[in-house]
């Protein structure tokens, strides 16, 4: 299958409010459907304050209003069905909001139920509970005002729930058939590589800020395993489900746990040579530009996770996603964009052993977006960037160019549908600036232009399908030749 990833806030508005939704995806089924998707991800659409553009849930059983209603999420499964594309969506299960039922009602009664379903410590002496960096920058620990705080590995408003309690798990279980018996495929699942921290909740050795990275204590912590086993059985096991996990950090020696015959996910996203740059969660200084990586380095990477996961499982490949800058500029020099390097870099992993992924976009060559001004920026990553660049000593001007450069905000523009006002994406006030690119990266002219990136998708697409080549492509073994 070849799947398409939605940013659905941009992929198209219907509703003319400036922010996409569920009925603009239904709108452009066709589009997708004529590129020859098979499965499209989209990304969180429940109930949200959208502190982190809804990885932050308030209500897991209901859609966003500014996303429609449940009953447009019915239509688009019946209408996506009516076209053979079957719809995955996120679970986001590593946190919640904090404006969900139950952490408000954690921080009313400290006593009650739900506050079991998070990480609430006392900190010692005015100190907090530990010394973990939260993946945002800054501490992972929140306080309440009544001598408690809170563990958030992601942002503030994003609580971490507490795998170890089973009545949460029993709750998020139950919530995950709901959506399955309603006719979704399968999932993405953020963050899941988090769902299990060292029990102790220990500070490890600081680094200059004084705090620690997580990878030590909540990245694949030993003891996930039984987590990620169980939510399989009371949950995937029950349909043919497809599922994908955001597992950064697994060891290769541990794929098949996780992917194999009898693992938890049917395949994952590797992010050793996607983050070859450093990745949207490293501080600013980590960023490697083009340049500073070498091509031999980063064809190493590549192989080493195909032959890899080949010994054990199934993958996800992918260049692009929405946390990341456009493919584009994180492998290829500015001056030498174009389509030559758009569809060499389609052509490098479409070939490849695993289920490739396109992020919305990335089928019309779109690179990064020009920044001039902080105001231009939602992400909350990225402004939490902007100013600890600033205290490192940048002038805005140059902090707004330094994270402008690596921002997720790059990969989050509105879709160019064509070159008519706000690029044909709304007929309001986009909530985030068009890339100024549209006037001629855009949907509809690519379409009537036979050597466009976007056709040259539709051909690499139709290889994949295509009886006499799809075997060895979508079966084949690969062997590196250099
Ligand atoms: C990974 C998601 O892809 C990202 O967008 C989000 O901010 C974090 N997980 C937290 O949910």
């Keep these: ?132 960096r939260s993946m945002f920058g800054g501490p992972a620990w929140e306080p309440v005002g009544d001598g408690r705080y809170y563990l958030h590995i992601f942002g503030k ?62 990245k694949n912590y030993p003891g996930i395993g039984d987590f990620l086993m169980e939510m399989r059985h009371e949950t995937f096991d029950r349909t043919d489900c497809m599922t994908v996990a955001e597992a950064p950090g697994v060891p290769y020696e541990q794929y098949g746990e996780y992917v194999g015959e009898n693992g938890y996910f049917s395949m994952m996203f590797d992010f050793t040579y996607t983050e070859i740059y450093a990745g949207w969660a490293s501080t600013w200084k980590d960023y490697k530009k083009v340049g500073e990586w070498t091509v031999p380095e980063f064809r190493d990477m590549l192989f080493r996770s195909q032959t890899e996961i080949q010994k054990v499982g199934w993958g996800a490949v992918y260049l692009e996603n929405h946390d990341y800058p456009r493919a584009l500029d994180k492998y290829i020099p500015k001056e030498d964009h174009g389509y030559a390097s758009a569809t060499m870099l389609a052509t490098l992993y479409f070939l490849l052993r695993g289920t490739p ?52 905000d790059n990969a989050r523009t509105p879709f160019p549908w064509d070159d008519g006002p706000n690029a044909g994406f709304t007929t309001g006030k986009p909530w985030l600036k068009v890339n100024p690119s549209y006037t001629t990266v855009n949907a509809a002219a690519e379409r009537q232009d036979p050597h466009s990136v976007l056709a040259y998708y539709k051909k690499l697409v139709a290889l994949r399908k295509d009886p006499a080549t799809s075997g060895p492509l979508g079966y084949g073994t690969i062997t590196p030749c250099l």
């Design 357 to 408: 992924f396109i992020y919305q976009g990335q089928e019309l060559g779109m690179a990064n977006c020009p920044w001039n001004s902080a105001e231009e920026f939602n992400d909350i990553s990225t402004l939490n960037q902007y100013n600890l660049v600033q205290q490192a000593g940048c002038t805005p001007k140059e902090a707004v160019q330094v994270v402008g450069e690596y921002s997720r």
């Design 157 to 218: 408003k994003q609580p971490d729930l507490n795998w170890e309690n089973p009545k949460l798990r029993r709750k998020l279980y139950d919530m995950i058939n709901y959506w399955q018996d309603k006719g979704v495929a399968g999932f993405r699942l953020d963050a899941i590589i988090h769902i299990k921290k060292d029990p102790t909740l220990a500070s490890r050795e600081p680094e200059a800020d004084g705090m620690c990275g997580l990878l030590e204590c909540c």
């Design 1 to 132: 299958a070849i799947a398409y990833q939605i940013y659905p806030r941009s992929f198209y508005d219907a509703n003319g409010d400036g922010v996409g939704d569920l009925r603009g995806i239904i709108e452009k089924l066709d589009y997708l459907q004529e590129l020859g998707i098979d499965v499209v991800w989209i990304c969180p659409v429940y109930k949200s304050p959208m502190d982190d553009n809804g990885y932050d849930i308030s209500d897991y059983y209901q859609i966003d209003p500014q996303f429609g209603t449940n009953e447009d999420m019915d239509e688009l499964l019946a209408k996506a069905k009516e076209k053979g594309i079957k719809i995955i969506m996120d679970l986001v299960l590593n946190h919640c909001s904090d404006e969900h039922p139950w952490f408000q009602k954690a921080l009313a009664d400290p006593d009650c139920e739900e506050a079991e379903y998070f990480y609430f410590r006392r900190g010692e002496n005015g100190q907090l509970p530990n010394n973990w």
